[in-house]
């Protein structure tokens, strides 16, 4: 498998969305902003990450499994956007597993791995921490990585062993901790670990809503026509006008 193609992959892809080969980024608000792409948050069950479905007209729809949590939704998002620029196949369904499964899904963990933590921001946070703590890479400051990343615990420590920077018996270890004690108790909020609240486990954004609002400008369907998608679109805020409070402007 070439790495440095997946990760010359995922550069791209980062300056497509308008980002640095560098920083952490917000993949979850980003993808909203791609034309051709419907983000769709759904409950999946416990063996799916996620799936991605294009046309020939190069429209994507990517669901993701709104029941895991914070982290691992921006890895599998990141995943499914493999599929979506390097997959000549017109429809995947990845599985929760990280780094199994087919060749192409692993390059895919693999590209979503380099896209959410960059190689070379990746070894400057890992050398700064271990000056830190006389040269080691504690469960600390894994932690400190992950929420530097927003990225999974299981995701951290996929790609520390993916770039060499933990063994596979300190992956094993670590992978058997209450991570999310631990982010607290060290002053992180727990957010990264949850999954979306239950009323928010159902949602769409991006073109389909776009599209749907065009249609009913250009008057090519009525308004219970226009409702009616909202609510397939698991968007009955935007049909009945919920809202959690007014707009605020700062």
Do not use: W
Request: proline share 2%; with cysteine.
């Amino acid at each position: 498998m070439d790495l440095t193609d997946l990760m010359t992959k995922a550069e791209v892809v980062r300056k497509k969305m308008g980002e640095d080969c560098n920083s952490p980024i917000d993949i979850l608000t980003l993808v909203q902003n791609m034309d051709n792409l419907t983000l769709v948050y759904y409950p999946m069950g416990n063996n799916i990450s996620g799936m991605c479905i294009k046309d020939k007209d190069g429209n994507c729809t990517i669901a993701v499994n709104s029941l895991m949590t914070l982290g691992r939704q921006r890895f599998s998002l990141a995943h499914e956007l493999f599929h979506y620029y390097f997959d000549d196949n017109m429809m995947n369904i990845c599985s929760k597993e990280i780094g199994t499964g087919k060749e192409i899904e692993k390059k895919a963990d693999i590209f979503a791995s380099y896209l959410l933590m960059p190689r070379t921001a990746l070894y400057e946070n890992v050398e700064s921490l271990k000056q830190k703590s006389g040269g080691k890479l504690t469960l600390q400051a894994i932690i400190r990585i992950e929420q530097y990343f927003k990225v999974s615990h299981q995701t951290a420590l996929y790609q520390l062993l993916n770039c060499k920077f933990i063994t596979k018996s300190e992956f094993d270890k670590y992978m058997n901790i209450k991570v999310r004690r631990e982010a607290e108790l060290m002053g992180f909020t727990s957010d990264l670990y949850k999954p979306t609240i239950e009323d928010k486990q159902y949602c769409t954004y991006g073109k389909y809503l776009n599209q749907a609002k065009q249609m009913l400008d250009r008057g090519m369907i009525s308004d219970g026509k226009y409702d009616e998608l909202l609510m397939d679109a698991f968007r009955p805020d935007l049909v009945y006008g919920f809202e959690e409070g007014g707009d605020v402007i700062d």
